[in-house]
């Protein structure tokens, strides 16, 4: 099983998690203890199926392209921010009612995640492809309310256990680790089976379900512990272990912040070559994602058990555990790049990235350890750190995936993190007692080990692409020919110019139809089945190859073309076969989403809308093959218009297309589907053929042996209809839904085969 890496991480977490739960930490109220480790663990859980499904819903609306997502994800860690500071602030003038007012929270949650989706569908109706900054402004107006609700829910239960435990310390690792794993299991969980099985509506469903039992028992707990004269009277016998000179709350927060900085930098570096290795899969990443969380939960709770148990200084251990997490990261993306080159499923690596994630994990505790101490204001001074590490994350998702990786390579950022984050780690240790103090030995030690382990991790990326991408095969593959990195992702282009956009084949640069390595045929079909292609829209370039036979179409007047990634520009700049169409007059290039395009260009209308999408499988694919999309495509389509996109070979996505239009047509792993008769007229088609020029060239010179060859395999191409051979022909619409009969359609909420397991993709195979 794929996953099974990833269990076995949080085999050990569910571990600690029954340490916790069987009342090893605070004695003096075992089962208030145990009730709110319990309530939060369980919180955790539909807190990451919302991110999630939110995020999803929303990538919909705003699109997927890198600014919408930074403004997505960034809204909603500002809104758990703010969050924070709420719960903080109400924690010091409510410090006996935290559980109160965490049940209230839940409850709220709950609420909110019932009518989240439909809320998203109507703010779409209404502001779905809006510009930049309207996006920002309704993101957080979207998100503001439910992750205000969660943010709150840390310091409120902090202040509830500091009462009881005395012990900040072991309050805040405790909680930390109890609510991230439940976040962990709940990636698991939404990787393996939640997702595939019941779509975003069902999980938030199940998500809300969660909520309202954790929300109803924390408030019902909450209304009979009120009543209770002893509640006022907290038990403890735990001792809080601080340093004599702990350092002071500013210096605390700022540590946060720049420890938050850099793990999220990690997580964005770690996650687009993990991506690239696994084909852009939705579970992969889900999968990863549950190994970092299970990390930082570990880390979290057993830094604080060692401090305890050897009375450490905790911002000594900070220090070290940010030490060895630098030098640890620069061997993750080689390790992938290993276990791919021997044909072992990258995820063998989940427990590297637990290790090094447990490390990162352990310094958010500690800090609250050292700065903060357990009197009535514990709560709001721990929502104040949690805010400069949310602040830090959103700062760092920013900066380094959407500045950075515009400017540096994965290699280099993953040099400039571990660097980054040793450097910290020794400062964390020097000023341990918030003044500079000369470290111990150790540290010192540790220091020289990382410094050296930083360049000794180099030859590690050597060709880290193709093994990355082709794993054994990479040894005949050979080295890409050409690597285009920035934050839009990774294009590589291989020795035999074939393209791969984030790890997944893309195509070749080719528009010779007596070359047909790339079956560019389909781009020359557009004249058999529309008689007046005279405008065109194209959504997605790629290689450049379908739009470069479009756009030279003699019926074609004039063509809009919408690309996600602009790296795709400066390849085709590189290669004679493409390279006229970026000045071509016929072509307008737009860098955007192209869903979200559409949307926010309702009055554009075209005779034929093209799409030579990526596979069906791959992450967020469904949303331009979806139901939903396929109605979007309907409004921009003249009477008489085509929808052309291919459908990789996917029967669901093949009926899909047939169920929404009337009239359809495979052509070989492509869809053509119109609510008009599509007539197959293979005499105006060869007439256009004869005429079809390319840079001056003739495509289909009759006048030569070559040419005639063509066009006789093209005529037999058109005959094909008649009697249907394989993928390798065409057949019509009817014929080919009696064939395939009743299948799934995909729509936007089932998000079609994006979280099917088990996929090898052709070229590694």
């Not at 960034?74 to 809104?79: E, P, V």
């Not at 209770?228 to 700022?254: I, K």
């Not at 990258?346 to 310094?363: E, H, I, R, Y």
């Not at 540290?443 to 360049?455: E, K, Q, R």
Request: proline letters at 4%; aromatic letters at 10%.
């Amino acid at each position: 099983m794929e996953g099974t890496p990833v269990a076995a991480v949080l085999g050990f977490d569910a571990l600690l998690l029954l340490a916790v739960l069987a009342g090893s930490g605070a004695k003096g109220n075992r089962a208030q203890s145990t009730l709110m480790a319990g309530l939060f663990f369980c919180s955790g859980f539909p807190a990451l199926i919302y991110q999630i499904v939110w995020q999803r819903a929303l990538f919909a609306i705003y699109g997927v392209n890198v600014q919408s997502v930074a403004v997505v994800v960034s809204a909603f860690m500002l809104g758990l921010g703010i969050g924070s500071l709420v719960g903080g602030r109400l924690s010091e003038k409510f410090p006996k009612s935290g559980i109160l007012i965490f049940g209230i929270c839940e409850l709220g949650v709950a609420a909110f995640g019932l009518i989240s989706l439909q809320l998203f569908h109507w703010a779409a109706s209404h502001t779905s492809g809006s510009g930049l900054g309207a996006t920002i402004v309704f993101s957080f107006l979207l998100l503001i309310i439910p992750t205000m609700l969660m943010g709150a829910t840390l310091p409120l239960l902090v202040e509830q256990l500091v009462r009881t435990s005395k012990s900040v310390g072991y309050s805040v690792s405790t909680l930390y680790f109890v609510n991230t794993l439940g976040s962990a299991i709940a990636c698991f969980v939404c990787a393996t089976t939640l997702m595939r099985n019941f779509g975003q509506s069902g999980s938030v469903t199940i998500a809300a379900c969660i909520n309202t039992a954790v929300g109803a028992t924390a408030f019902l707990y909450g209304r009979s512990q009120a009543k209770d004269a002893d509640s006022d009277a907290p038990a403890a016998t735990r001792s809080e272990v601080v340093s004599p000179n702990s350092v002071g709350l500013g210096a605390a927060a700022l540590i946060a912040g720049i420890t938050g900085f850099l793990a999220l930098g990690f997580e964005i570096a770690w996650f687009r070559i993990f991506a690239l290795a696994t084909y852009d899969r939705a579970p992969a990443f889900a999968l990863l994602l549950s190994t970092y969380l299970a990390g930082i939960a570990a880390g979290s709770f057993v830094s604080e058990k060692l401090v305890e148990k050897r009375k450490s200084n905790p911002m000594a251990v900070a220090g070290a555990a940010m030490l060895i997490a630098g030098a640890l990261s620069v061997y993750l993306v080689p390790l992938m790049a290993h276990f791919s080159w021997r044909n072992v499923s990258v995820l063998s690596a989940a427990p590297a990235f637990f290790l090094t994630a447990a490390f990162l994990g352990s310094v958010l505790p500690l800090l609250c350890q050292s700065a903060v101490s357990a009197g009535e204001s514990a709560g709001r001074s721990v929502s104040l750190i949690y805010l400069s590490n949310i602040l830090g994350s959103t700062l760092g998702s920013l900066v380094i995936g959407f500045v950075l990786m515009n400017y540096f390579g994965t290699q280099a950022i993953s040099m400039q993190l571990a660097a980054a984050a040793v450097i910290t780690g020794f400062a964390i240790a020097l000023f341990r007692n918030g003044r500079p103090q000369a470290p111990s030995k150790w540290i010192w030690g540790l220091t020289m080990l990382a410094v050296v382990a930083i360049p000794v991790a180099n030859p590690g990326f050597k060709n880290l692409y193709g093994t990355l991408i082709f794993g054994p095969k990479a040894a005949e593959i050979g080295f890409m020919k050409h690597v285009v990195e920035n934050r839009n992702g990774i294009v590589s282009v291989t020795q035999d110019d074939a393209v791969f956009g984030g790890g997944v084949y893309d195509g070749f640069f080719n528009a010779d139809p007596g070359n047909d390595k790339n079956f560019i045929i389909r781009a020359y079909t557009i004249s058999l089945f529309h008689a007046h292609p005279k405008r065109v829209f194209m959504l997605g370039l790629a290689s450049g190859s379908w739009a470069q036979v479009v756009a030279n179409n003699p019926e074609v007047d004039a063509v809009d073309v919408v690309e996600i990634n602009p790296s795709y520009l400066q390849l085709i700049a590189q290669y004679p076969e493409v390279r006229s169409l970026l000045s071509n007059p016929k072509v307008h290039i737009y860098v955007d989403d192209g869903r979200r395009w559409l949307m926010a260009h309702p009055e554009a209308k075209y005779d034929v809308i093209v799409a030579n999408i990526s596979f069906h499988w791959r992450d967020h694919s469904s949303q331009v093959l979806s139901v939903e999309f396929l109605h979007i495509i309907k409004a921009h389509l003249l009477e008489g218009g085509v929808y052309f996109y291919n459908a990789t070979d996917s029967p669901d996505v093949l009926m899909t297309g047939l169920h929404e239009f009337n009239y359809g047509l495979r052509v070989i792993s492509c869809l053509a589907v119109s609510d008009t008769p599509m007539v197959l007229d293979k005499q105006r088609w060869f007439s256009i053929l004869s005429r079809y020029e390319i840079d001056g060239k003739k495509m289909f010179d009759s006048t030569t042996q070559h040419g005639q060859l063509i066009l006789v395999g093209y005529n037999a191409f058109a005959e094909s209809v008649r009697n249907p051979n394989g993928m390798l022909s065409m057949e019509d619409g009817r014929a080919l839904a009696g064939r395939l009969g009743p299948r799934h359609l995909i729509t936007d909420d089932n998000m079609g085969a994006e979280w099917t397991e088990g996929l090898t993709p052709p070229w590694r195979k």
